[in-house]
């Protein structure tokens, strides 16, 4: 029983290296996106109406805080969703 979750646990951090190092890969590569439908990170909202961008307030937009602030809060936001996820699987199995 213990070398099958041994092996388990291997396998999920094996399949978290790959994933990881291929979300990388993707990033640093540029890999998927379209040079000529560039609107930056929310590229996916616009790319199918590009005449509406002058439209939009992109003023409201900017960051008020520094942008670690906000990579922060994502981590802390995930770390409590995963400890939530876990007290809930415990509470009711």
Do not use: Q, S
Request: glycine letters at 10%; charged letters at 15%.
């Amino acid at each position: 029983m213990k070398t099958g979750r041994k092996a388990g646990r291997i396998a999920a951090v094996v399949v978290g290296i790959v994933a990881v190092g291929a979300v990388l890969h993707i990033m640093l590569h540029g890999i998927g996106l379209n040079p000529e439908l560039d609107f930056g990170a929310g590229a996916y909202y616009y790319t199918d109406i590009p005449e509406d961008a002058p439209c939009m307030d992109w003023e409201c937009y900017a960051a008020r805080l520094p942008f670690w602030v906000y990579c922060l809060l994502f981590l802390l936001w995930g770390a409590l969703m995963y400890r939530l996820w876990v007290w809930m699987e415990k509470k009711h199995v």
